[in-house]
């Protein structure tokens, strides 16, 4: 029953007194509070806006010349940091605007690996991204969910290009950063669990250091991101490295410590042991093959 008739209904009985069609008045009427949050996300985007500036990038796989939106320096306002690195601000989101996206070809990437791609790999780009691409036309400001579908388009080229495996793991953090923010701790896991799967192969296979991170920092990274998806057991054994090696700073020592106490914590309250399973620890995710075609699905 819509609000017309519904309303009607609370002025009958006065008929007779000529008011037979009551149907167009409404009690509250519409939600005013519509039109005032409309001008008020208007005037947070103009805000925005001034805080944006156009970078000219060129194409490495069509080489389009296009402009890419980026966060002036001085905009960004730190408001805290996350166990896990991730910093949360306030004004507006640099992490919103870290992919760059080529709308000619297709072609996406976090900003840092941008420029560095092989011959080989912009085949493989052309010949499965390209070939099926339909081009985005964006806003001026991007949202949670853009920046989202940003991160995932990037995801998707680096799978195609069969990037190194800290490239896809750092993709993959910065999605499910993006699910922190959302709220959405179901999707936040899954990409947290591809993190630490890629990170950790990266660890053992791949050069220091890795977007800013040397070894040390690395390992309470995978440390931390075991705890936050269920392995306490693993997390442990990650944070007790960082604690006992002679050359890592007291700083990082000390966010280790922080989180095997929080362990320890948990557990003497949940009355749980160590050496077992840890509870609540995630099943097995399926293949490498459903996973990217479930969080590829609209793209």
């Not at 949050?37 to 010349?65: D, F, M």
């Not at 309250?269 to 459903?290: I, M, Q, R, V, Y």
Request: glycine letters at 4%; one cysteine or more; a neutral charge.
């Amino acid at each position: 029953m819509d609000n017309g008739q519904k309303d009607s209904k609370l002025f009958s009985d006065l008929e007779y007194l000529g008011f037979n069609k009551t149907d167009n008045w409404e009690l509250y009427g519409s939600n005013t509070a519509g039109p005032e949050k409309q001008a008020v996300k208007e005037v947070e985007e103009n805000k925005e806006k001034t805080l944006l500036y156009e970078r000219e990038v060129i194409c490495p796989v069509c080489e389009t010349r296009f402009n890419a939106r980026a966060v002036k320096v001085s905009a960004a306002r730190t408001v805290s940091k996350d166990s896990d690195f991730f910093i949360r601000y306030s004004v507006i989101n640099p992490y919103f605007y870290d992919v760059w996206v080529c709308n000619s070809c297709g072609y996406a990437s976090m900003k840092k690996d941008f420029e560095y791609i092989k011959e080989h790999q912009i085949e493989h780009i052309k010949k499965n991204i390209t070939s099926r691409w339909r081009g985005r036309k964006y806003p001026e400001t991007y949202d949670l969910d853009i920046a989202i579908e940003r991160y995932k388009l990037s995801l998707l080229n680096y799978a195609v290009r069969n990037a190194k495996n800290s490239s896809k793991a750092m993709n993959c953090l910065k999605i499910a950063w993006m699910y922190r923010l959302k709220e959405d701790v179901e999707s936040e896991q899954t990409f947290l669990l591809q993190t630490l799967e890629g990170l950790e192969n990266a660890y053992y296979n791949e050069d220091f250091p890795m977007y800013g991170m040397d070894r040390f920092t690395t390992m309470y990274l995978i440390g931390e991101l075991s705890r936050r998806t269920g392995n306490d057991e693993k997390a442990m054994q990650w944070f007790s490295k960082v604690i006992t090696t002679t050359s890592v700073s007291p700083k990082l020592k000390d966010l280790a410590r922080d989180q095997k106490d929080l362990i320890k914590f948990d557990h003497s309250h949940n009355d749980t042991d160590l050496s077992a399973p840890a509870a609540g620890e995630p099943a097995a995710e399926g293949s490498k093959k459903g996973f990217f075609r479930s969080i590829f699905r609209g793209l």
